[in-house]
């Protein structure tokens, strides 16, 4: 089992910066890919990034491209997302997700039934 929290949400004026947080315990944490997703009001949830189990590895949405930034410290048991240059289209709920199906492997899932766990979300809201 594998528990994730979100944090680090909240209301930034465009052009703004937040950095979120998503703690994780449970199974080995550092074993497989964790990703952000984020979901608007009447829109499905899409994918924003993801990062290998070393963290060497990383992929984005062309949305964020740029001005995101995903990483973890897997002493620490914790995947971030640096999301600079905010825009208000990039208000939603953003969820971490935990992918320990792919254990030890390298490929980065992108899709939302390639992710075993899910954390409650965070709200981001970003105002013009």
């Known amino acids: 089992q594998v528990h994730l929290v979100e944090s680090g949400g909240g209301l930034v004026q465009a052009g703004g910066s937040l950095r979120l947080s998503c703690a994780a315990s449970g199974r080995t944490f550092s074993s497989y890919p964790m990703g952000w997703f984020r979901q608007a009001p009447g829109k499905e949830r899409e994918f924003v990034a993801a990062v290998s189990w070393s963290g060497g590895k990383t992929y984005y949405a062309d949305s964020v491209k740029a001005r995101f930034t995903i990483s973890r410290d897997n002493a620490k048991n914790t995947v971030y997302l640096q999301m600079n240059s905010l825009k208000p289209e990039d208000t939603a709920v953003y969820y971490c997700?935990?992918?320990?199906?792919?254990?030890?492997?390298?490929?980065?899932?992108?899709?939302?039934?390639?992710?075993?766990?899910w954390g409650q979300g965070t709200q981001v809201t970003v105002s013009s």
């Open positions: 997700a935990g992918a320990t199906i792919y254990y030890s492997g390298t490929y980065l899932p992108t899709m939302t039934t390639e992710y075993d766990y």
